[in-house]
C-alpha cells in the first residue's frame, strides 16, 4: 500500500511566533481518493493545506508529495509540482480584472503557448463541465458566490491536476450551491483521476463525498478513519465535533480568573481583569 | 522611568526594523530581477506604463502649470530688486529643472499612482489571489510586482519631463504678458545658462531614483500588508506618508553629494 501514497505527512510541526498550531501530524492520502480534513475554525486546518501545497515550510517533521521531500525541493521544482496541482480557495480568489474565460485561461497561458483556438476548446470544456460555459463573458463581480467557487474550481483543475485541495469549499453557499460543488468534486475527481484533499467544518456534506477522514484538535489529529469508523468512533473530542455539541472536551467557557460568583459579588473596579 | 522605558523601547523598533528593512531589499531584488523569469510579461509592463502614465498625466500638467506661475510671481518679485528680471527664464527653468519637476512629480506620483499601487496589491493579496497564483506555479513577483516596479522607474523620468515643460511654460505666461519681461531675454538666458548634462539629465537621473523608490515602497507596503480591510487601508496610508519622506530625504542626498 505504501506506493499508493500521494501524499505523507510525519511528525509536522508547525508554530506561528509562540503559538503552537501543528503539534506532530502524520497522515497518509492514498492515490484517488478524496479525503477530508475536519476540525475547528482556527484549528489549522488551512495550515495544513498550506504545508501540503509547500507555500509555508514546517519547523519539524517530513511532507512527501508524489514521492518528493517537499522541504529539499529547490524553488523550480516546487514550482514544477505545483502545476500538478490545483487548489479551490476559501474565497474563490478570482483575478477581477479578468473575465471569467481568462481566468480559466490563465494557468494554461502561463505555462503553455497554446494556439488559441485549443486553448478555447480547453476552457469552454472546463467552464461546461462546471456548468457555467453561459458565463464565459461575465466578470467576477458579475457571479454569485457560488458561480464564483464553480469558476475557480474550473480554474483549479483547468491544467488536469493529479492533487486538488479544496480549502472549505461549502463555506458561506446556499443548499443548492453546496449540493453542486459536492457533487462536481466527487464527479471530477473521478473523471480526472485524481485525489483531492478537502478541509472544511461542514460534517454532513464532507462525509457524503469523502473516502476516509482525519479530525484535527489542538494541532493533532484526534481520530481517523473512514465516514462511517468516524460517526462510531469513541473519541469523546471527535464526538463532540460530528454531534455540534455545545459543551465538551472543547469548553463552551473561555477560561475565567476566579468563579462566577466570585465576579458577580466582588467589587469590581473600571478595566480590571474579571 | 520613561528613560528606561525609552531605551528597551527603541532596541524593540530597531530590532523591528532592520529585518524588514532586510526583507523589503531583497523583495525589491527580486522582483527587479524577475525580469528574466518566464513569467514576466511586456504587455504587463505596457498596460502598466500607461496606467501609472494617464492616472497621473492631468494632475501633473495642472500642478506644474501653476508651480511654474507661481514662480514667475516669486522670482520677479526678487529678481527685481536688483534689475535683474532678464534672468527670470534662467530662474524658472533651473528652479524646475534641478530641483521642483523631479521632487513634485514624484511626491504627485507617490499620491496618485503610488497610493493605488499599493491598494490594489494588498486587496489582491487579501483576497488571496497572489497565494492563487503561486498555487498556478506563476510567481506574483514576475506577474505582478516586476512590470509595476519597472513601470514606475519607466514613467517617473517621463511624467518629469513633462512636468518640466508645462511647468517652464507657465512661468512664461506669467513671467512675458503678464509682468512685461522681454520675451526674447527669457528665452535666450534660458537657452545659453541651462547646462543639458549638468541641469536636465541630472534632473532626470533623480526623478528615476525617486520613481524607484516610491514604486519599491508602494509595492512592499502593499505586498507586506495585513490580508484585511484594515490592513489594505494602513497600508495605503503608509505608503504614501512613507514614500513622499523617503523623496525628499533621497533628495538632500542626491543633490548634497552628487550634483554640488
Known amino acids: 500500500m505504501a506506493a499508493d501514497a500521494l501524499v505523507e505527512l510525519e511528525n509536522v510541526h508547525f508554530a506561528r511566533g509562540p503559538h503552537t498550531v501543528l503539534d506532530g501530524v502524520g497522515l497518509r492520502i492514498t492515490q484517488g481518493a478524496i479525503v477530508s480534513i475536519m476540525g475547528a475554525s482556527g484549528g489549522g486546518k488551512t495550515t495544513l493545506l498550506n504545508l501540503m501545497a509547500g507555500t509555508l515550510a514546517p519547523q519539524a517533521g517530513r511532507i512527501r508529495v508524489a514521492g518528493q521531500d517537499l522541504q529539499t525541493l529547490n524553488f523550480g521544482d ?10 479551490l480557495f476559501q474565497h474563490s480568489a478570482l483575478f477581477t480584472d479578468f473575465s471569467v474565460f481568462e481566468n480559466v485561461a490563465f494557468p494554461l497561458r502561463r505555462h503553455f503557448r497554446l494556439d488559441e483556438s485549443v486553448l478555447r476548446k480547453l476552457v469552454l470544456m472546463k467552464l461546461e463541465a462546471v456548468g457555467l460555459r453561459g458565463a464565459a463573458g461575465l466578470m467576477p463581480a458579475e457571479l454569485s458566490g457560488g458561480m464564483g467557487r464553480r469558476v475557480a474550481l474550473a480554474r483549479a483543475m483547468v491544467m488536469d491536476p493529479m492533487l486538488i485541495f479544496y480549502d472549505e469549499p461549502f463555506t458561506g453557499l446556499d443548499p443548492i450551491s453546496v449540493g453542486i460543488i459536492a457533487t462536481l468534486i466527487r464527479r471530477l475527481n473521478d473523471a480526472l483521476g485524481a485525489t483531492s484533499i478537502l478541509v472544511s467544518h461542514d460534517v454532513q456534506e464532507t462525509f457524503s463525498i469523502a473516502d476516509y477522514g482525519y479530525i484535527l484538535a489542538g494541532g493533532k489529529i484526534i481520530a481517523e478513519g473512514t465516514p462511517d469508523t468516524l460517526r462510531a468512533s469513541d473519541s469523546e473530542l471527535a464526538r463532540q465535533f460530528l454531534g455540534g455539541k455545545p459543551d465538551g472536551p472543547v469548553p463552551f467557557h473561555y477560561p475565567a480568573k476566579d468563579d462566577y460568583a466570585t465576579a458577580l459579588t466582588g467589587v469590581w473596579a473600571a478595566g480590571e481583569a474579571i | 522611568m520613561a528613560f528606561m522605558e525609552f531605551i528597551p523601547n527603541l532596541g524593540r523598533r530597531t530590532l523591528r526594523t532592520v529585518p524588514n528593512l532586510g526583507t523589503a531589499s531583497r523583495f525589491l531584488l527580486l522582483s527587479l530581477f524577475a525580469v528574466a523569469n518566464r513569467h514576466f510579461s511586456i504587455q504587463q509592463l505596457l498596460k502598466q506604463v500607461y496606467g501609472f502614465g494617464v492616472r497621473s498625466l492631468l494632475l501633473m500638467m495642472v500642478a506644474a ?21 532678464s534672468a527670470l527664464g534662467t530662474l524658472v527653468a533651473l528652479s524646475l ?63 518629469c519631463v513633462i512636468f518640466d515643460l508645462v511647468g517652464i511654460f507657465g512661468g512664461y505666461l506669467i513671467s512675458v504678458p ?15 545658462n541651462v547646462a543639458f548634462s549638468g541641469d536636465i539629465l541630472t534632473g532626470l537621473f533623480k526623478a528615476l531614483c525617486f520613481g524607484l523608490v516610491v514604486t519599491w515602497i508602494a509595492a512592499w507596503q502593499g505586498y507586506a500588508a495585513q490580508p484585511t480591510a484594515e490592513g489594505v487601508g494602513n497600508a495605503t496610508t503608509i505608503s504614501v506618508v512613507t514614500a513622499s519622506l523617503a523623496v525628499l530625504g533621497l533628495d538632500f542626498i542626491l543633490t548634497a553629494f552628487l550634483f554640488t
Not at chain 2, 497564483?133 to 517621463?158: H, K, Q, S, T, Y
Not at chain 2, 512685461?180 to 535666450?188: E, K, N, Q, Y
Open chain 1, 78 to 87: 516546487l514550482y514544477r509540482l505545483r502545476r500538478r496541482m490545483g487548489m
Open chain 2, 65 to 85: 502649470f501653476f508651480t511654474g506661475m507661481v514662480l514667475g510671481f516669486q522670482g520677479y518679485y526678487a529678481l527685481v530688486r536688483f534689475g535683474a528680471t
Open chain 2, 97 to 159: 529643472l534641478r530641483e521642483l519637476g523631479p521632487v513634485l512629480t514624484a511626491l504627485l506620483f507617490a499620491g496618485r499612482a503610488g497610493s493605488a499601487l499599493t491598494a490594489e496589491i494588498s486587496s489582491m493579496k487579501a483576497t488571496e489571489q497572489l497565494s492563487a497564483m503561486e498555487m498556478m506555479a506563476v510567481n506574483p513577483l514576475a506577474w505582478v510586482v516586476a512590470p509595476r516596479l519597472w513601470a514606475g522607474i519607466f514613467v517617473v523620468p517621463i511624467l
Open chain 2, 178 to 192: 503678464v509682468l512685461g519681461v522681454d520675451g526674447g531675454t527669457f528665452w535666450a538666458q534660458m537657452q545659453s
